[in-house]
């Protein structure tokens, strides 16, 4: 059993900073690309950024520049440090992991709960 669970949401100030982080737990091989994406109210779900295995990043044009994803490769950790957040930026986030299982060669696409960030005045 893999399991993703995301931290670090809440309420922050337009122009404010958040810092978000997913953890991967359980049994498994690998874990290849990580990321996030979001999905806003009466909104479809949008990818946000995306960290590859090979270490190249992603990012969606609406957070270029004001985002950034790393990882942690020992805890099996991805962050997403948001800063000079936006109204618009509301949203549910979810973690993504493609992360092969134990005694297995195919990959597998995992998701969070997901964590809630509003920027609001």
């Known amino acids: 059993q893999v399991q993703l669970v995301e931290t670090g949401g809440g309420l922050v100030q337009p122009g404010g900073s958040l810092r978000l982080s997913c953890t991967a737990s359980?049994?498994?091989?690998?874990?290849?690309?990580m990321g996030w994406s979001r999905q806003a109210p009466g909104k479809g779900r949008e990818l946000v950024a995306v960290?590859?295995?090979?270490?190249?990043?992603n990012y969606a044009d609406s957070v270029k520049g004001r985002f950034t994803i790393s990882r942690d490769n020992a805890n099996h950790t991805v962050y997403l440090q948001m800063n000079s957040l936006k109204p618009e930026d509301t949203a549910v986030y979810y973690c993504?992991?493609?992360?092969?299982?134990?005694?297995?060669?195919?990959?597998?696409?995992?998701w969070g709960q997901g964590t809630q960030v509003t920027v609001s005045s």
């Open positions: 359980g049994s498994f091989g690998s874990i290849n690309a």
């Open positions: 960290f590859s295995d090979g270490g190249t990043t």
């Open positions: 993504k992991g493609v992360i092969r299982p134990l005694a297995r060669s195919i990959l597998y696409e995992y």
